[in-house]
């Protein structure tokens, strides 16, 4: 019998997928108030996938107003902790017993992989809803000291209605890091993922309903940053706001809250993070593969992408053979080809505006390798992976976020330059450091301002440690039993006795 190839699979299943465009409110798949959609393209074919529902401040009042009641009533915010403990599990089960779904969905919307979607994105979204399940019952509160006659009690109380925004790049699993922490504390939650990734998201609204999340509690409402996000940051009723986006969209979201009733925000923004590289690195090779990793993945659309390459003269040369060399496993090609590097970006607008990074950068440094735009199913959202070396150190593309599958190249000739080269920058999300030396690695990375610095590897994360930045990268921690501190606020109740 002769098999039938991956692709073909994914394909095959793509053609009958039924897919529900409609918001969630109130416990319902609802059509907006206005009636208007919007269609879902698939950036690697440019054929439409879904009619969505297009949201706007009439749909986000509706779900404000249903998260509300639900939180008065106490059904969830007042439920003990091990029965929001088992909704939460009970939402992960269902999840994984819809993760191929999930993960075409996702491919399908916003032009990554599906051998990526599928592996990385979807697994760790269940396991992040496993894991705050499992810390719901576990989270405990304070008895301080105070004078004789007296105890108080410390808690962490549910804040309310949390608005949460999350982008196109990772929709499912940057939502599942706002969502899980969230919920599993108590609050209500009004979800407006990206328009350009908006259906994974609504079904994973529908799951929560069938795993027992009492109606209101999460609401997913699809539509633009003009409609839906500056109508959840200027609501009056909404008493925090968790975002993941860009720096110029974050500064938007405090003047909102400033302008309406100082909701907090949690702002995971804009990042230009650099992989310094010594020439003491035990493992050259190693540190080009990981290297390409840490730029080209998911076309280069991470937050954190360490997209500013800074190696010691003296292994220059060689490095950036070995490097080019290692992008080659990222060439882009048909997302649902398990065999393809990289997919699509998630536009066609948007690799337009790479291109222009791309020609920049080749006008005023030296092209190493990529550099092309391609077209594969008449689509034209295809970036090769592309290596620019020797840009002056003061250049656009070391300062400014390009977001796709760029990297720039540069040599330093001592420490404390290479400190200073990562260092300037407005932004402080992540870095990476390469050295044998553990008294360079411990040294560097106390210096560098950055969230995250991963030593010997790239990008490092995971469910126990925090993720966030300094400086214009933002404010507040998404993972880990930190992320919980943006959802709750510290209650003293004072007993006096004596």
């Known amino acids: 019998m002769t098999s039938v190839p991956a692709a073909a699979m994914w394909q095959q299943q793509a053609a009958t997928l039924a897919i529900d465009g409609r918001a969630v409110i109130d416990g319902e798949r609802r059509d907006s108030a206005s009636g208007k959609r919007f269609t879902s393209d698939n950036p690697a074919t440019g054929f439409a996938i879904a009619e969505v529902a297009l949201c706007d401040s009439d749909d986000v009042d509706r779900a404000v107003g249903s998260g509300r009641r639900a939180f008065e009533s106490g059904q969830w915010s007042r439920a003990d902790a091990e029965e929001r403990k088992a909704v939460l599990l009970r939402l992960a089960h269902l999840m994984e017993g819809r993760a191929a779904e999930f993960a075409l969905l996702e491919t399908l919307d916003m032009g990554k992989p599906v051998s990526q979607s599928s592996s990385v994105d979807v697994p760790g979204s269940i ?36 608005g949460a ?57 699809p539509g633009s940053g003009a409609l839906v996000g ?55 090779e190693l540190a080009a593969v990981k290297a390409a990793f840490g730029a080209f993945y998911n076309q280069g659309e991470v937050c954190s992408s360490n997209s500013r390459i800074l190696v010691e003269r003296s292994i220059y040369g060689e490095f950036i053979e070995r490097f080019a060399v290692a992008a080659a496993a990222y060439e882009p090609g048909d997302p649902l080809d398990l065999g393809s590097g990289n997919g699509a970006l998630v536009n066609e607008k948007h690799a337009d505006s790479v291109q222009k990074a791309v020609e920049l950068g080749s006008a005023d440094g030296r092209l190493v390798h990529g550099g092309r735009r391609l077209k594969f ?36 000739d001592s420490e404390d330059e290479a400190i200073w ?12 450091v390469w050295t044998s030396s553990l008294a360079r690695a411990y040294r560097v990375a106390s210096r560098l301002t950055a969230g995250t610095v991963s030593v010997n590897t790239v990008d490092a994360l995971g469910l126990t440690t925090p993720f966030g930045g300094f400086r214009q990268s933002g404010f507040g921690r998404d993972l880990s039993a930190h992320a919980i501190d943006n959802y709750v606020g510290l209650k003293t109740t004072w007993i006096q006795y004596g």
């Open 165 to 221: 925004i999350v982008p196109w790049n990772y929709p499912l699993e940057i939502a599942s890091w706002k969502l899980a922490p969230a919920l599993a504390v108590g609050n209500s939650v009004v979800l407006k993922p990206a328009m350009e990734s908006s259906l994974t998201a609504l079904l994973l609204g529908e799951l929560a309903l069938e795993a027992g999340l009492p109606a209101g509690v999460l609401n997913v409402v």
């Open 377 to 412: 199913d008449g689509s034209t959202a295809f970036m090769q992976p592309t290596i620019i070396a020797d840009l002056p150190n003061d250049h656009e593309l070391h300062r400014t976020e390009i977001f796709g599958p760029l990297a720039v190249v540069t040599a330093f």
């Open 127 to 162: 396991a992040t809803f496993r894991w705050y399940a499992e810390l719901t019952d576990k989270l405990v509160g304070e008895i301080p000291a105070t004078p004789r006659g007296s105890v108080a009690l410390v808690t962490k109380e549910p804040l309310g209605v949390v």
């Open 230 to 284: 500056e109508a959840l940051g200027l609501h009056p009723d909404v008493d925090a706001l968790a975002f993941t986006g860009s720096t110029a969209v974050s500064k938007l979201l405090l003047g909102y809250s400033a302008a309406s009733n100082l909701k907090r925000l949690s702002l995971e923004a804009g990042g230009k993070s650099s992989n310094l590289i010594f020439a003491d690195t035990a493992d050259l």
């Open 421 to 432: 080269l990562a260092n300037n920058t407005v932004y402080g999300l992540a870095a990476s």
